[in-house]
């Protein structure tokens, strides 16, 4: 007779094996909770810087003061950081470009000469101005009321449009356009 070979597949699970596929999974199971813990810090991380910023943010407007005794055009810092300009841009009809309010005033005095005979004051608004935070600059300003008309008028006809660029200490970008009321952030 013959005899029967039985295959006997038998699993031999030893204590070794158990203790070392169970390690590798505590260990799959640690690196997966070690990114989880890495990418939760990076988000608190970037929602601190966000709430740094935001203790530091500049607001830049531009309004007109015609009141009694005040004849301006101001560009005010209303937020609670200054303002750093990082490009000014002025613009008239006639595709002129000036970056600095000097050479925009300097300009139009040549081609206005109501400019020569009356008293007005003006700011220097270029690049690398530093303007603090709950203060104004007077960006023009005259002695009365129909001299800043007269100059309101010639803004109108020569087309003035202005941008200015400005960052907070961080590096965070926003621009004020002469025709918007609120300013925009720029895209990092």
Do not use: C
């Amino acid at each position: 007779m013959a005899k029967k070979s039985k295959n006997k597949r038998t699993s031999t699970w030893s204590t070794d094996r158990v203790l070392s596929i169970s390690a590798f999974f505590i260990s799959v199971i640690s690196l997966i909770a070690l990114l989880y813990q890495s990418y939760l810090a990076r988000e608190e991380n970037k929602l601190m810087q966000k709430q740094h910023s935001a203790t530091v943010m500049p607001y830049l407007s531009q309004w007109f003061d015609d009141s009694p005794g005040k004849h301006n055009m101001v560009i005010g810092n209303d937020g609670i950081g200054p303002a750093l300009l990082k490009k000014v841009t002025i613009s008239t009809k006639n595709d002129q470009h000036f970056n600095r309010t000097d050479d925009f005033f300097r300009h139009i005095s040549k081609s206005n000469t109501f400019l020569d005979t009356t008293h007005y004051l003006y700011s220097t608004v270029a690049e690398g101005i530093l303007i603090p935070a709950n203060s104004t600059t007077e960006f023009a300003s005259f002695d009365n009321s129909p001299d800043f008309k007269r100059f309101l008028n010639l803004l109108h006809e020569i087309e003035f449009h202005f941008e200015i660029e400005y960052e907070d200490v961080y590096g965070s970008r926003w621009s004020l356009k002469y025709d918007e009321d609120i300013p925009t952030k720029i895209k990092d």
